[in-house]
Nanobody, 124 residues
C-alpha cells in the first residue's frame, strides 16, 4: 500500500505561483509513475501532469503546458508540481496519484493510489 500526502496548496492571486508537493510513504516510489489531477467545483476530475518513474517522461494537459512543471526527487520520495502564472481557472483541489510499473498516464483509471488532495484557490 502506498500512501500519498499532498501539500502546498493555498490562496494566491492571479499571476502568482505555488509549488505542490506529493510525499509518499514508500521508498520504492521510483518504481511508480506519478500524476497530478485536479477537480474544480462542479466539474469532473481532470488530468494535469504526469511523470514516469525515472523522470525522463513528462506529460501535461494543454491547459497548463508552459506554466506547470512536474518533477520528482526519488531520493526524498517526493514529487512536485511547480505552478506559475496561475489563473482563476486553475482553482481546484489537486490530487497526486501513483501508478504501478512506472507508467506516466493521462487517465485516472491507470493509477492505483491516490492522495486526499490539496486545495488551490486563485483570486482574480
Amino acid at each position: 500500500q502506498v500512501q500519498l500526502v499532498e501539500s502546498g496548496g493555498g490562496l494566491v492571486q492571479a499571476g502568482g505561483s505555488l509549488r505542490l508537493s506529493c510525499a509518499t510513504s514508500t521508498r520504492s516510489i521510483w518504481m511508480y509513475g506519478v500524476g497530478w489531477f485536479r477537480q474544480a467545483p462542479g466539474k469532473e476530475r481532470e488530468f494535469v501532469a504526469a511523470i514516469g518513474f525515472s523522470g525522463g517522461s513528462t506529460y501535461y494537459a494543454d491547459s497548463v503546458k508552459g506554466r506547470f512543471t512536474i518533477s520528482r526527487d526519488n531520493a526524498n520520495n517526493t514529487v512536485y508540481l511547480q505552478m506559475n502564472s496561475l489563473t482563476p481557472e486553475d482553482t481546484a483541489v489537486y490530487f497526486c496519484a501513483a501508478a504501478m510499473y512506472g507508467l506516466a498516464a493521462k487517465t485516472a483509471g491507470a493509477y492505483n493510489y491516490w492522495g486526499q488532495g490539496t486545495r488551490v484557490t486563485v483570486s482574480s
